[in-house]
């Protein structure tokens, strides 16, 4: 299996704290998994952060990449192609990060780890 964290998967599961359920946190666990985080989750960290939004994710928004290389996840790096589909997808969820994060794991055939059920109207694979 491979996964894509969105981003607030990613935050929960980088500080600790509850939040992702237990299907999510035993895949993430499991050895046979890859598991990537997209970069677009590094700009949103960053963004939200910087807002006052983020509080808890100061360390992530600064070290993003060491961070996520300690864990062992693989950062997705952003291609014209997928965000060409991100803007082409259907309006009715207009969260860019999150249509970004929909087009990665469509084009890229990765279920997105996520609580967020507006991604099954998409066709991407979710788990949570």
Known sequence: ?????DTHALIWWMSGEAGLSRAAEAAIRDGDV???????????IALKH???????????????EAEV??????????????????????????DPFDRLLIAQGLINNLTLVSNEQVFDSFGVARLW
């Open 1 to 5: 299996m491979r996964l894509l964290l």
């Open 34 to 44: 890859h598991v990537f985080v997209s970069a677009v989750s590094a700009y949103e």
């Open 50 to 64: 910087g807002m006052g939004r983020l509080p808890k994710a100061g360390l992530l928004a600064e070290r993003f």
């Open 69 to 94: 290389d300690l864990e062992g996840f693989d950062i997705l790096p952003i291609t014209a192609r997928e965000a060409s589909h991100a803007g082409r997808l259907d309006h009715t969820h207009r």
